[in-house]
């Protein structure tokens, strides 16, 4: 039989589920708000912090909990955009949610992965058109509700459709949102380390 665990090694466990579950509530309710950016609410601001915070909550975690992480975002995200699917029956608007939010999770786990590279606002601005690219395609010829361009229809970024339509201005608003990220995290660090 195994050793029993060491009482400091069960606390750190307990910790650490401790803080996963805080990531996921915040991952969710980042999901919940960028269902709100989009109408009938069109609280649009609500796009650029939604991809910050989940930027935030997956910088230096694993695939595997950025994976997570990304699901946790997509499900509540989706509930709350199609649930006017509801007249069809509660049971289309959670099955088509949840695959849909299985969209968000390669996304999640990617974006964690490249959170350690030096360009990642970029990187995360470039999954989120790849994931709308894919989500637009599969399955059946896709599903292009959700994209961040549809969240900002008379906002400072809707000229770009002009130049590169839909996926320029998710490109932007994700970049915008990542970069938001960056200068956060940048700012407590400074805060942190004493000015």
């Not at 919940?32 to 989009?38: I, M, S």
């Not at 912090?49 to 975002?73: D, E, M, N, P, S």
Request: charged share 10%; hydrophobic share 55%; with cysteine.
């Amino acid at each position: 039989p195994a050793p029993p665990p060491r009482p400091g090694r069960v606390r750190g466990r307990a910790a650490a589920g401790r803080r996963h579950w805080r990531a996921s509530l915040a991952a969710a309710a980042a999901g919940t708000g960028l269902a709100l950016a989009f109408p009938p609410y069109g609280i649009w601001p609500l796009s650029l912090a939604a991809v910050a915070v989940l930027a935030v909550l997956v910088r230096g975690r694993t695939a595997r909990q950025g994976a997570w992480l990304g699901f946790a975002a997509g499900l509540p995200f989706f509930v709350v955009l199609l649930k006017w699917l509801h007249v069809v029956g509660w049971d289309t608007v959670v099955g088509l949610s949840l695959v849909e939010a299985l969209f968000f999770v390669p996304m999640g786990a990617a974006m964690a992965a490249t959170s350690r590279l030096p360009v990642w606002p970029l990187w995360t601005a470039c999954l989120w058109v790849a994931e709308e690219w894919a989500r637009d395609r599969v399955p059946l010829g896709g599903f292009p509700w959700g994209r961040l361009a549809f969240a900002n229809t008379s906002t400072p970024f809707t000229p770009l459709a002009a130049l590169g339509g839909a996926p320029l201005v998710t490109f932007a608003v994700a970049l915008s949102g990542a970069l938001l990220a960056w200068a956060a995290l940048a700012g407590y660090r400074l805060l942190r380390d004493g000015g």
